[in-house]
């Protein structure tokens, strides 16, 4: 490394620039990770805090929570299967809200539940669902758009006046806030006539057998062939938690968009670290070419300016990632939806280290191609 420290002192204003460069690149991919993180919670954060281990579906080759029905059959039957713990219908609908007094609330996400069941969620202030028929729990999001605890609010086309009664943590799906209501309520909204039944009429009963989807428990040990057989015997289609996932809406466009860009940002930072030391080796080719005179080997020549990499590329990773945390804490604590975990900060820092390493290595093998009889003069 004597060489490497010496070339890093005598030539700091290149190396401090390549830093940066670096730097730029680990603060610009680490960003990404934590938005990417964020923007993808908060389009999937409403699966996420449920507690299931797998949701059933309208069986279809592309499940969507847009075009699942299940009837009541469906979900009567999975409680009837060994190994499952619990079954519950969840429905799931789109309306554009308003307030009372004709405030947009735009774009809310309906779910019904069953009140007390295990999909419901816990409130951070107001009560549960079931104190009123019409009472539902509201997204933190939409406190933000003005909603309080007692307010009244009226769903579009279908003209459902719903109450506020409990408030949870921002909790949406496709980033659109979601409703928690009494599951009859949902049926109403979703199947029943706009404004509700006439006056002194009631709604027939079948419209109270259908839901959008079965939310499910299964035991640890639960067959996977009874899981596909029993698909089979309710025109079902059961998914892990994991794969509900890419149901929503953009999910899976969003997780591969923010992966591209993630590695077009890797492979410029390679391309740029391998141009840089490619243009350092060859204007070193006489001092290369003097120190072989002198006995150096070419691993020993290469040795050193990979350490010259792992200098420049550990330091300047290291600024870069710090103040992208810096910076993230700030976007965290002004409500924008970024997340930075330790695992993603640890592999996107390594995996951009490596990236530098290998962008290089090709490069400084042009070590080994240098003639030691440069160094004493030979014309090229």
Known sequence: MFIALR???FAWGRFLLMAVVVALVAFLTTMLSGLAAGLIKNNISGIIQLDVTHLAFEYNNR????NSMISRDMWEGWREVDGVLA?????????????????????????GIEPGSFLEPRVKSGSGLGIKDNGVIISKLLVDRGLEIGDTFVLDRVLTELEVVGVVDEFNIGHVPIIYTPMRKWQEATYGPPGGPPPGEKLP?????????????????????LLS???IDMGTLTVDKQAAY???????????????IQIFLIVISAVVIGAFFTVWTIQRTQEIGLVKALGASSWYLMRDALGQVVILMVSGALVGVVLSL?????????????ELRTGTVISTTLLLIVAGLIGSALSVRLITRVDPMIALGRQK
């Open 205 to 225: 009963d079948i419209l109270f057998d259908y839901a959008t989807l079965i939310a499910l428990q299964l035991a640890p040990d639960f067959d996977p062939e």
């Open 87 to 111: 079954a519950e219908p969840l429905g799931h609908t789109m309306f554009n809200a308003r307030e009372t007094d004709n405030t947009s609330l735009d774009d809310v996400v309906l779910w």
């Open 7 to 9: 070339d890093l002192r």
């Open 326 to 338: 810096w910076l993230g804490q700030s976007f965290m604590e002004s409500g924008n939806p970024f």
């Open 63 to 66: 499940p969507s929570y847009r």
């Open 246 to 260: 890419e149901a929503s809406t953009g999910y899976k466009e969003e997780v591969m968009t923010v992966q591209m």
């Open 229 to 231: 057989d029993t698909d």
